[in-house]
Nanobody, 131 residues
Framework: QIHLAESGGGLVQPGGSLRLSCVAS????????IGWFRQAPGKEREMVSC????????YYADSVKGRFTISRDNVQSTVYLQMNSLEPEDTAVYYC????????????????????????WGQGTQVTVSS
């Protein structure tokens, strides 16, 4: 059974940085795209970033472009999300997941909620940006 586990969240002041980790187990990360999502209280789950298997240009939501960077270490079976210049609006539970339609390619469509387009969600890690 594919398993993803997020970690690295915490409390940080505005302008600070965090690095989230998504550790994959029981499958080969090399052949899977990984998406990072977040969900704030009362809001829908939204895609923040995504790394496809053969895509040299990862996806970033407009709200995080220039501040967040996604990277993967296939040897360590880990996908990272480096978050810089954090803002209070970044406060949310962050999740990683695998696309359902094509596990190798990020699904950036918006016709269905993220929970229907991605699977194998981890338990999430809380990020709180506050002074």
């Amino acid at each position: 059974q594919i398993h993803l586990a997020e970690s690295g969240g915490g409390l940080v002041q505005p302008g600070g940085s965090l690095r989230l980790s998504c550790v994959a187990s029981r499958f080969t990360l090399d052949y899977h795209a990984i998406g990072w999502f977040r969900q704030a209280p009362g809001k829908e789950r939204e895609m923040v970033s995504c790394s496809s298997v053969r895509d040299g240009s990862p996806y970033y939501a407009d709200s995080v472009k220039g501040r967040f960077t996604i990277s993967r270490d296939n040897v360590q079976s880990t996908v990272y999300l480096q978050m810089n210049s954090l803002e209070p609006e970044d406060t949310a539970v962050y999740y990683c997941a695998i696309p359902v339609l094509n596990p190798e390619q990020c699904d950036t469509s918006t016709d269905k909620p993220a929970q229907y387009r991605y699977d194998y969600w981890g338990q999430g890690t809380q990020v709180t940006v506050s002074s």
